[in-house]
């Protein structure tokens, strides 16, 4: 199994970013552990993400090292994950194309997702969680009619069962993620771009209806994530002509103010895959947590 590590100069930094502070402080740092996409537990304290398709958890004030969080043998997981409203779990996306449910602290895990046509190549991706704990937002990828993979934004119950699909194109979706109110999807897509890989962000309500586009530049746009307060959506901004969500390029981190409409970059890096994946706002919604990879 392949993981992302990292380059001889290079190192995983989790920062945290203070809205009222308007700065970054680094939590974490490492030169030999390529940790990504971190949750913020709702009780405040922790950190969850992702290393080498285990997860590990890290106090967010950095006053830790990176504890396991027990993940069965059998699972291999990528970085998508999100931890339940509660506290209780953490869903995990599995590189079987599966969702699961753990524990809070690591143990058994329970299938979420229906199997499929094995000739359709369906995989689940999870971004978000409602904000009542009761639905997933999730990317759905498979084959079409004619062999092409092709995403779009579904639904799907946090006890499992069922899908419901929210869009219904060719173009590529992802980064799906609940807004505050739980009233609309955020998620960015190449369905409106200038050239391939030009995603932006948009939303859509719940019902699939609604659609809006969000941002209008040039860069290729991704990960949009709602702050709990309704107030910011934080994403991840690729230079324009980027093909995907790849790692060790040129990023910004980059705020929208939901009241004023207002954009500002919060911070520069080395980064991408990895950076903010899946939703890292602290309950109150005045910190984010993200990893940058810079170089030395």
Request: one cysteine or more.
């Amino acid at each position: 199994m392949t993981f992302l590590t990292l380059q001889a100069d290079q190192r995983a930094e989790v920062r945290v970013y203070d809205l009222d502070a308007g700065e970054a402080t680094v939590v974490f740092s490492s030169s030999s552990r390529f940790v990504e996409a971190p949750n913020w537990h709702p009780g405040g304290e922790w950190l969850v993400l992702n290393l080498e398709g285990g997860l590990v958890r890290l106090r967010a004030d950095g006053a830790s090292l990176v504890e396991p969080i027990e993940v069965p043998d059998a699972l291999v997981l990528n970085n998508d994950h999100v931890i339940s409203p509660d506290g209780a779990s953490i869903v995990v996306t599995a590189r079987d194309g599966h969702l699961y449910r753990l524990p809070w602290g690591g143990g058994e895990a329970i299938r979420l997702t229906p199997d499929s046509d094995p000739a359709l190549r369906f995989k689940y991706y999870l971004h978000g969680v409602s904000p009542d704990g009761q639905t997933l937002a999730v990317i759905g990828g498979g084959l079409d009619a004619s062999g092409a993979w092709v995403t779009n934004v579904y639904t799907l119950p946090a006890t499992g069962g069922p899908h419901t699909q929210l869009t219904d194109d060719a173009f590529a979706d992802d980064g799906c993620d609940f807004s505050a109110d739980g009233e609309t999807i955020w998620f960015n897509s190449e369905r409106e771009g200038r050239y391939p890989g030009h995603a932006q962000l948009f939303r859509v309500g719940v019902d699939g209806t609604g659609l809006q586009r969000v941002t209008h530049d040039a860069r290729v746009n991704w990960f949009p994530h709602p702050s709990p307060d309704g107030r910011h959506v934080l994403y991840l901004s690729y230079p324009a002509g980027t093909t995907g969500h790849p790692p060790n390029l040129d990023v910004e981190l980059r705020l929208i103010d939901l009241t004023s409409g207002d954009e500002r970059v919060i911070d520069s890096f080395v980064g991408g895959q990895g950076t903010t994946n899946v939703p890292g706002w602290s309950p109150d919604g005045r910190r984010v947590a993200y990893v940058a990879y810079p170089t030395t």
